[in-house]
Nanobody
Framework: QVQLVESGGGLVQPGGSLRLSCVAS????????MGWYRQAPGKQRELVAA???????NFADSVKGRFTISRDNAKSTVYLQMNSLKPEDTAVYYC?????????WGQGTQVTVSS
């Protein structure tokens, strides 16, 4: 049974930082591509960042230079480090992987950027 469990969301002031974590189980994590998505109220879910098994990464233009994605294969965990947060980063953030041609999602973690 595949499970993705996110943590680390919360309320932060503009310019602040948060680190999200996603622990995966039920997959061979080391060969899996992992992604972070977000969905703001009234908007479509969008890809924020992805990391491939070899460590290559990809970012949405809106977060380049502010967010980093990393992985710890020994802990089956993917991280999203978010710096210089803006109010427009406010959303529910979801962890994602495609495993054996099926999409899996975590339950989401709320990130709110507000003064």
């Amino acid at each position: 049974q595949v499970q993705l469990v996110e943590s680390g969301g919360g309320l932060v002031q503009p310019g602040g930082s948060l680190r999200l974590s996603c622990v995966a189980s039920g997959i061979v994590f080391s060969i899996s591509t992992m992604g972070w998505y977000r969905q703001a109220p009234g908007k479509q879910r969008e890809l924020v960042a992805a990391i491939w098994s070899g460590g290559s990464t990809n970012f949405a233009d809106s977060v380049k230079g502010r967010f980093t994605i990393s992985r710890d294969n020994a802990k089956s965990t993917v991280y999203l480090q978010m710096n210089s947060l803006k109010p427009e980063d406010t959303a529910v953030y979801y962890c994602n992987t495609v495993y054996v041609r099926r999409d899996y999602w975590g339950q989401g973690t709320q990130v709110t950027v507000s003064s």
